[in-house]
């Protein structure tokens, strides 16, 4: 009786309560950037507003996000300026993108980006670290059609080296993006340092994703013996790697409600958020199947 009377209590606490209704405060968006500088390439800049979190999307909304009327200055540590220009690309979202046409990016430089807009000036600096020493990618077979691949790569001889790592599949029709852990950290006392290439889907919204693809039944980190897969790792600075590892560390939490990110995003840029990011590129490497 005493457990019914205790049942009979509880629904009648939840059929009266309220719902929550959670209100927006007073928010005021952020440019947000997301640019790089990669060695030997063009400078590439999105650029967007931040919005708050209890936004209501829809494609008017989503349009409104885009900044597409600044004026982007990039100059670099021996004087030179260029203005960038603003391209439509189809392979990346958002499909505007700001890029130099002129100058590329060279180990051993600083780069810095001055944006106006809206009566806003936003500012930052990067640099462009000595490229790795060339690795090796390689492919442990686990059964007779698929295996795990892996980078074999040297550190510095006598400094830390931090890398980007991000890869690109044939079979999976993908753009490049980044791996699992994309930034790693490299001691020069370890010696020959051997990095999984786990595979992961180029979207981070791939769960929801009802399009059925070539990876969409394989076992998670696995790759297929017969894939085309393209690898491009680069060093970028200390202030890159921390600031790269925050993102990467806030995205690999989200699918985990109870987990709390305590240290934050963080973010390079003056007057704005985001990051702007220069990467010394080591050539590229490819597996094809036959290495």
Not at 86 to 91: E, H, P
Not at 187 to 202: D, F, N, Q, S, Y
Request: proline fraction near 5%; hydrophobic fraction near 35%; charge should be negative.
């Amino acid at each position: 009786m005493k457990h019914l009377i205790y049942l009979l209590t509880v629904i009648c606490l939840v059929a009266c309560s309220s719902p929550v209704e959670l209100e927006q405060q007073s928010y005021e968006p952020q440019v947000v950037v997301d640019g790089f500088i990669e060695s030997g390439g063009y400078a590439t800049l999105y650029l967007t507003w931040s919005s708050p979190f209890l936004t209501s999307y829809d494609s008017a909304s989503i349009r409104r996000s885009f900044i597409t009327s600044a004026s982007v200055f990039l100059s670099n540590s021996k004087g030179e300026t260029e203005a960038l220009t603003l391209f439509r690309s189809n392979n990346f979202f958002p499909p505007y993108v700001y890029k130099s046409t002129e100058m590329k990016g060279e180990a051993g430089e600083t780069y810095s980006i001055t944006i106006r807009y809206d009566g806003k000036i936003i500012t930052a600096t990067t640099t462009i670290p000595a490229s790795p020493s060339v690795g090796i990618l390689s492919m442990n077979a686990v059964s007779d059609t698929s295996g795990n691949l892996k980078l074999s790569v040297l550190p510095r001889s006598s400094t830390e080296t931090w890398l980007f790592i991000q890869v690109k599949s044939a079979l999976a029709k993908e753009q490049y993006h980044p791996i699992l852990t994309p930034v790693v950290k490299l001691k020069p006392e370890e010696g020959l340092h051997t990095i999984p290439i786990h595979r992961v889907a180029e979207s981070n919204v791939h769960h929801l994703d009802t399009i059925k693809r070539f990876y969409t039944s394989w076992p998670r980190y696995e790759y297929s013996l017969d894939d085309v897969i393209t690898l491009k790792y680069g060093t970028v600075d200390f202030d890159s790697y921390q600031l790269l590892k925050s993102i990467f560390a806030d995205q690999a939490i989200q699918s985990n409600p109870f987990a709390i990110n305590s240290v934050g995003i963080r973010s390079n840029i003056n007057g704005g958020i985001g990051r702007w990011t220069g990467i010394g590129l080591a050539p590229t490497l490819v597996y094809d199947g036959a290495n």
